[in-house]
């Protein structure tokens, strides 16, 4: 059964802190995607993982965002250090379906950063 | 790249009435056509998918029409009810597989009057 626990659920900080976000999806899974969304921009994809890997990071902004999936039950999004634009609602979610076309969405994490 | 626009943006019906939302793509290669919904505060959900070689398909009160050709794709709600109210997207994808990426549109926002 697919099913992914974000935390924290609502992230405020000031500008240039570090920020971690983190995802566990529930059943452990090899693939994983991280979303960011906002308002002007909609649903962005920032990088998706495969195996534990890395395979497109093309959607991170700049170099102030790293991700890391060390196992199938675990991930992090980091932002160092953290801008005012930074701010939305992100995202992760894992392939679910007989043919893995579903992507399984958490409930996100909203992060502000002042 | 993907280029997945929908129309309308936003959209408001009566109670009991239909909605019709319209999702049109670039990528003649798609093959899976999916719907989700995202409630206030929570991650999109899939609620209906559809193949290419397959035209249209119905669970109970919502239906998805596509039109490989013209390369578009519709959602049907109706019967509408208050809990109808939520943004929409589509999200094209080729191909089976996770390594495949859902391509979102950029939402409709539907509100159902009671």
């Known amino acids: 059964d697919a099913g992914v626990i974000q935390s924290p659920r609502h992230e405020v900080t000031e500008m240039g802190q570090e920020v971690t976000l983190r995802c566990k999806p529930i059943?452990?899974?090899?693939?994983l995607f991280w979303y960011r969304q906002t308002m002007m921009r909609g649903l962005e994809l920032l990088i998706y993982?495969?195996?534990?890997?890395?395979?497109?990071d093309s959607g991170m902004p700049e170099d102030r965002f790293s991700a890391k999936m060390p196992n199938a039950s675990f991930s992090t999004l980091k932002i160092q250090p953290s801008e005012p634009r930074d701010s939305a609602v992100y995202f992760c979610?894992?392939?679910?379906?007989?043919?893995?076309?579903?992507?399984?969405f958490g409930p996100g994490t909203r992060l502000t950063v002042l | 790249g993907e280029n997945v626009e929908q129309h309308p943006s936003t959209l408001s019906v009566q109670e009991g009435d239909s909605a019709v939302i319209k999702c049109t793509y670039s990528?003649?290669?798609?093959?899976?056509f999916p719907w989700y919904k995202q409630e206030l505060g929570k991650g999109p959900q899939l609620i209906i998918d559809?193949?290419?070689?397959?035209g249209e398909k119905k669970d109970q009160r919502i239906a998805v029409t596509l039109n490989k050709t013209a390369k578009h794709f519709s959602l049907h709600i109706t019967e509408t009810q208050p809990e109808d109210s939520a943004v929409y997207f589509c999200?094209?994808?080729?191909?089976?597989?996770?390594?495949?990426?859902?391509?979102f549109g950029g939402g409709t926002r539907l509100m159902v009057k009671p």
């Open positions: 979610a894992v392939p679910s379906g007989s043919s893995y076309n579903e992507q399984f």
């Open positions: 059943s452990g899974h090899n693939s």
């Open positions: 993982f495969n195996n534990n890997v890395p395979i497109d």
């Open positions: 990528d003649s290669a798609s093959n899976y």
């Open positions: 559809i193949r290419s070689n397959v």
């Open positions: 999200a094209p994808k080729r191909g089976p597989g996770a390594g495949n990426m859902l391509t």
